[in-house]
């Protein structure tokens, strides 16, 4: 029996041994080359931020969403993220995790070229959203958990195992006041901060 997250085959050897019908494998390759060009493409570009292999005229300063991220030290942040998520993937090292973390930059990144409504913006936005979603579709067995209406009860763990967890959710008026305490306490402190900067 294969344990998934436990078995350090490769996708493609475990769907030969399981029998899986050619199309699996083949669409394991498919991933596999979308996930090693989307690594390369987020390293290449994470480092250029800084080794400027060539010149970026999107982060010059100006108007604009790009400048404005660069002017704000935010840019510094995603371009690091975009170096750890580029080796992961490169790697084949928490994958998963990485193909999740890369979604808020592929949609800032689609959003950015796409947004003056040229085909080759366009045709960019298309093709890094199209690569995130064959990496996530080719992981989806590890997503399935999170994707479950109720997430049961938070814990350090059952112990029973990975696959084991309290599915049970509050009771409907204890889960009713815990959501009217949280609005209350988040209006609460923005009525106190408000009240502190002036």
Not at 69 to 94: P, R, T
Not at 103 to 115: E, H, N, R
Not at 162 to 177: E, I, N, V, W
Not at 186 to 195: E, F, G, R, Y
């Amino acid at each position: 029996m294969i344990h998934r997250g436990h078995d350090d085959r490769s996708a493609g050897a475990l769907a030969a041994e399981t029998g899986d019908p050619g199309w699996r494998r083949a669409f394991t390759g498919i991933a596999y080359a979308c996930q090693f060009l989307y690594g390369g493409w987020f390293l290449f570009h994470g480092l250029n931020y800084w080794l400027a292999f060539y010149a970026d005229k999107s982060i010059q300063p100006g108007p604009g969403l790009v400048p404005a991220l660069a002017a704000s030290g935010v840019m510094a942040i995603v371009k690091a993220l975009e170096i750890a998520i580029g080796l992961a993937l490169l790697a084949d090292c928490l994958a998963a995790l990485a193909i999740v973390a890369a979604w808020p930059i592929t949609l800032m990144i689609a959003f950015v070229t796409s947004g003056h409504g040229k085909p080759f913006g366009i045709g960019v936005a298309v093709v890094i959203i199209t690569l995130n979603a064959i990496m996530s579709v080719g992981h989806l067995d590890r997503y399935r958990p999170m994707l479950a209406v109720s997430a049961g009860k938070p814990s350090l763990g059952g112990g029973g195992g990975a696959d084991t967890f309290d599915a049970s959710r509050l009771p409907p008026a204890r889960q009713l006041l815990a959501a009217l305490a949280g609005i209350a306490a988040a209006t609460a402190i923005t009525a106190i901060s408000l009240v502190l900067r002036h």
